[in-house]
């Protein structure tokens, strides 16, 4: 379902990704429009699934992970390991915070956090490498991430 979406939807989105936490009031009061409308535009985006939720963003390195890397896994033998059995296999994998089936050089594309490069190397052998179908991987190491506001910001 396609939505027409006005210039205070489109505000109301930018200030949502931003901090999610602002209740409806305090967003109208931003923008200038009652609490109750302010609440009626979120719904409105939220039933046409253009608000497909909100999350919390946790940062890593406070919870002690200080590394991320980014793996391109390419499977041996795509015939013999299904898609499903690898992606159920990875995806128990407490480090693993990303999995995404890509097109290219890879079939996936992982995110890894790990607490030091040691603790990643442990997480490559013993979790990763022994995955079924895993053939080919390449890592590359997170040195510095931005946010990007996107298409809306």
């Known amino acids: ?19 999610s936490t602002q209740s409806a009031g305090a967003l109208g009061r931003k923008l200038g429009l009652s609490q109750p409308a302010t609440w009626r535009r979120i719904r409105r985006m939220q039933d046409a699934g253009v608000i497909a939720g909100r999350r919390v963003i946790v940062d890593p390195e406070a919870l002690g992970f200080g590394v991320t890397v980014f793996l391109g896994v390419k499977l041996a033998a795509k015939g013999r390991v299904s ?13 693993v915070q990303l999995v995404q089936h890509v097109l290219g050089l890879f079939d996936y594309r992982l995110r890894v956090t790990a607490r030091d490069l040691p603790d990643f190397e442990r997480v490559l052998r013993r979790r990763i490498m022994t995955l079924p179908g895993v053939g080919q991987v390449e890592a590359n190491v997170l040195l510095n991430e931005e946010r990007r506001p996107g298409p809306l910001g």
């Open 1 to 19: 379902m396609s939505l027409d979406l006005d210039d205070f939807d489109r505000q109301l989105l930018r200030a949502l990704s931003r901090d």
């Open 83 to 95: 898609l499903e059995d690898f992606e159920r296999a990875v995806t128990a994998i407490p480090e």
